[in-house]
């Protein structure tokens, strides 16, 4: 958790009371490898930050995976058409 209010703070300055919200709402959840994030198909109800590890997404092309990107620990990742306009998830 320090290490995402750290990164929101080097953003922008934040408050005591806002680090304070932040600290008893931001839900925090651990994958298992090879657990899925986000499913292609879904909508994107959630911007994620990646506290530890490496993140990779894909899309599946003649059934076989193709790898659109990796993002690495102290990154926020979201499906953003997804996650703005409320559609389904490609990805």
Not at 7 to 29: D, Y
Request: with cysteine.
């Amino acid at each position: 958790m320090e290490l995402l209010l750290n990164c929101l703070h080097s953003v922008h300055p934040m408050s005591a009371k806002l680090r304070e919200h932040l600290q008893m709402t931001v839900c925090i959840r651990e994958l298992k490898p090879r657990e899925y994030l986000q499913k292609a198909g879904h909508i994107c109800n959630h911007i994620c930050f990646i506290e530890q590890g490496l993140l990779r997404c894909y899309y599946e092309r003649a059934n076989e995976e193709v790898s659109a990107w990796f993002m690495p620990e102290g990154n926020m990742v979201v499906a953003i058409e997804s996650f703005y306009d409320r559609v389904k998830s490609h990805q």
